[in-house]
């Protein structure tokens, strides 16, 4: 995008803000919709997403570093929404011209399987009494600095956060397109300093059978786990969510840090992450392990590989109306640029 | 008092408007006023779909438990009332079943997606458990009775067993975690038809021992 049309972009966000109105869609309240599938939230862009939080870093820090004593210091409508981050646009992940999904969408549609099987479902289940702060997130594995670190100290150790929007297909053939906050894994793996043996990185999601009832079933093999190929880890795409909209993730997304794997099927975005490990051998994965003629280790999105019971070939946008139809997917959900480099020579039916 | 009160509870769920506003109902109260309050969320035609598949396969469900109920409490009047709905029942189920294959076809976004769907096994056993069902449906009346004589139409209709099993499979590889709520409804008609079939046999060799002790006294007569 020029630089003139970026400022303006900019120029138009903050002026938004600085007018006072204060239009932001809050997740608390559910939107009351109109029939016949229209919605409320069909309204122009600069309604329905003004995200402009440049806040300083000093006020991030003083919300989640101090808690309690500081958010009791704020004014009771900043301690009932969720506070902002400082982040800023990556310019060269803005999808330029692609509309993002509204945030009320993104935070009420979870696949979150840890809390219920239905996707409405999370955004109550997961918000009765599980605890995402304080967190601790272990590295280890193969690597050089093996530790465990507070989210806030990660997050301070990784430097500033920045904003990508970025596509997000999931394999059941629908897709938002979401901006993320948050930093590149690469800068984890630049902490940890992966030994030359490691070959590949396991996510592991939280597991707290006393607070999530599912982790106490059978019905699945919890905790979640994901793989990824180092390579594929160290690519510029690769992202650690923190935040959503400018606001630290909420429980239902993942809080409170979360893989982003915008060229794979949603499944291989762990959320919830806590532990991220270096192995030399291809990690067991949670949904490859339970149908791998479903759901390959690569996961990569590929119209021309469909899964057992449906398409790949198209999608549909989630809040795009009601008879909107589907739109076709692209090889690599459009990343191709950055990762088809990744598989070249290999065949991508076999290993989808 | 108590009698009083249970009777004309019987009388109401014997009446026929009674049985179509149930099941009428149903689906306002599933698909339509969702659609007013929000309640379809973020993938609204995603919801309906689901939505309306569950309604047909628990009201095709509701319809199958309804014969070995009569034969498992004969005396029921609360189980005879529910069975003057047989015909009503499940005509609904092939009903809610074809709202469903409509929004099928509204979700993958026209005929092209519709094709496409067509490829995929699952998608067979949907359609094949409907095929059944409509035709069903479409005799489900007193002229088609006549015409194929009680027998043949009993027999006829006794392909809703292979429809339930076709539905059954459909609905529990819709997705993972499916199975955890389609094997309830499994487990509901299997135990029944057990039931029955239990008590039939039972019923069956006591009726034939009374034959036989009978058959017995008159030749050899004391």
């Known amino acids: ?352 | 008092m108590i009698a009083f009160q249970m009777n004309s509870l019987i009388k109401v769920l014997a009446n026929k408007l009674f049985a179509l506003a149930v099941l009428v109902g149903v689906g306002i109260w599933l698909l339509v006023l969702p659609a007013f309050t929000g309640g379809l969320g973020a993938n609204p035609l995603e919801k309906l779909l689901h939505q309306s598949g569950e309604i047909a396969i628990w009201t095709l469900g509701a319809v199958l438990s309804l014969s070995p109920l009569r034969v498992l409490f004969p005396r029921s009047q609360v189980v005879a009332a529910l069975n003057r709905h047989r015909r009503a029942v499940g005509v609904s189920a092939c009903v809610y079943g074809l709202l469903h294959f409509g929004f099928h076809v509204l979700y993958e976004g026209g005929l092209d997606g519709l094709a496409r769907s067509l490829s995929k096994p699952f998608i067979w056993f949907g359609v094949a458990g409907l095929s059944i069902l409509v035709a069903l449906a479409l005799t489900s009346n007193n002229w088609s009775i006549r015409k194929l004589g009680g027998k043949s139409w009993k027999l006829l209709h006794r392909l809703a067993y292979v429809a339930a099993a076709l539905l059954l499979y459909h609905q529990s590889i819709a997705g993972k975690g499916h199975w955890y709520i389609a094997r309830w409804l499994l487990l509901a008609l299997f135990t029944l038809q057990v039931a029955r079939l239990m008590k039939m046999l039972l019923g069956r060799s006591a009726y034939n021992r009374r034959a036989t002790s009978s058959f017995r006294a008159v030749a050899t007569p004391p």
């Open chain 1, 1 to 352: 995008m020029p630089r003139q049309i970026l400022t303006s972009v900019w120029v138009l966000e903050s002026s938004v803000r600085f007018c006072g109105s204060n239009r932001q869609i809050s997740v608390d309240k559910q939107k009351p919709r109109t029939g016949c599938g229209h919605y409320r939230w069909d309204l122009p862009d600069s309604a329905i997403t003004p995200e402009a939080y440049y806040l300083r870093r000093r006020e991030f820090l003083r919300v989640f570093g101090l808690g309690l004593a500081a958010s009791a210091l704020l004014p009771p409508r900043a301690r009932a929404e969720p506070s902002a981050l400082n982040d800023s646009l990556n310019p060269a992940f803005n999808l330029d011209g692609v509309k993002r999904t509204p945030e009320d969408l993104v935070t009420t549609y979870n696949n979150f399987y840890e809390w219920a099987l239905a996707k409405d479902q999370p955004k109550e289940l997961a918000n009765r009494g599980w605890k995402t702060r304080p967190w601790s997130v272990e590295i280890g594995g193969l690597c050089a600095n093996p530790r465990k670190l507070d989210i806030e100290e990660l997050i301070r150790l990784v430097g500033p956060l920045e904003r990508r929007n970025y596509r997000h297909r999931c394999v059941e053939a629908w897709s938002m397109v979401i901006p993320w906050d948050g930093f590149s894994f690469a800068k984890l793996v630049d902490l940890a300093q992966p030994r030359p043996e490691a070959k590949y990185v396991k996510f592991t999601s939280f597991f707290d059978p006393a607070n999530c009832p599912a982790h106490r079933g059978k019905d699945f093999p919890w905790p979640y786990t994901e793989g990824l190929t180092l390579q594929e880890a160290m690519n510029e795409l690769a992202f650690i969510a923190v935040g959503l909209y400018g606001k630290p993730l909420r429980n239902q997304n993942g809080a409170p840090l979360r893989l982003v794997v915008p060229w794979k099927y949603g499944f291989k975005s762990a959320k919830s992450l806590a532990k991220v490990e270096f192995v030399a051998e291809q990690p067991k994965t949670l949904w490859n392990e339970l149908a791998p003629n479903e759901y390959g280790f690569y996961a990569n999105v590929n119209p021309n590989v469909d899964h057992p019971r449906w398409s790949q070939k198209t999608e549909r946008v989630i809040g795009a109306g009601f008879f909107s139809g589907k739109q076709p997917t692209f090889m690599f959900n459009g990343y191709e640029k950055q990762v088809a480099q990744l598989y070249a020579g290999m065949d991508l039916r076999k290993n989808f």
